[in-house]
């Protein structure tokens, strides 16, 4: 056969397409745990992220809400724990800021092909964060002057010290009786 003649310095095109990006699908929010879920091509690189690598989160009246730790998730999904649970209904938004030029794993949202996640702004989270169960009355004891009432609660009451009456009403069931009135509320 024929040798192909030696050649240096040939142009070539680079047919090879431009990698997929990488951008934010949905959020949604569960008390103090948000989780943006992204569009990728290939799994994220689930190098541990150390700090926030550029995520703000906004809560009601576009407070601030600090990021306290991010997690790379093998779903392409990344979980915010916030420093503070959202609470129902409140109208919470995610932005993130890709690091200026490739950042290095572990610093930057990216996929393991090392495409960093586009930047996204004020992107509306779904707000998952189940209503508070309501407070109801468990039992009543009365000891003398002393009536004391229990409540089913969820989370404690609130101790802030009430002045006056806060709407208690108090009767007896026996015939006759006076009217009872409440005093103080402790």
Not at 69 to 83: E, F, I
Request: no cysteine; glycine share 8%; proline share 5%.
């Amino acid at each position: 056969g024929t040798d192909a003649s030696s050649f240096q310095n040939q142009t070539v095109t680079n047919n090879t397409p431009a990698p997929a990006s990488v951008t934010v699908r949905d959020a949604t929010v569960n008390g103090n745990q948000l989780v943006v879920a992204f569009n990728a091509s290939n799994d994220l690189d689930l190098t541990a992220i150390t700090g926030n690598p550029g995520f703000a989160v906004t809560g009601a009246n576009n407070s601030p809400i600090t990021v306290s730790s991010v997690r790379v998730n093998p779903d392409k999904t990344v979980t915010l724990t916030l420093a503070r649970a959202v609470t129902n209904g409140e109208t919470v938004k995610v932005s993130y800021t890709d690091a200026a030029g490739d950042g290095a794993s572990g610093t930057v949202i990216q996929d393991s092909a090392g495409t960093d996640a586009s930047s996204f702004q004020n992107q509306a989270v779904t707000n998952n964060t189940p209503a508070p169960a309501p407070v109801t009355v468990k039992g009543a004891t009365v000891n003398g002057n002393q009536l004391v009432v229990a409540f089913n609660a969820s989370n404690d009451l609130d101790l802030t010290a009430i002045t006056g009456n806060p709407g208690f009403t108090v009767a007896s069931t026996t015939a006759g009786s006076a009217a009872i009135t409440v005093s103080s509320v402790r």
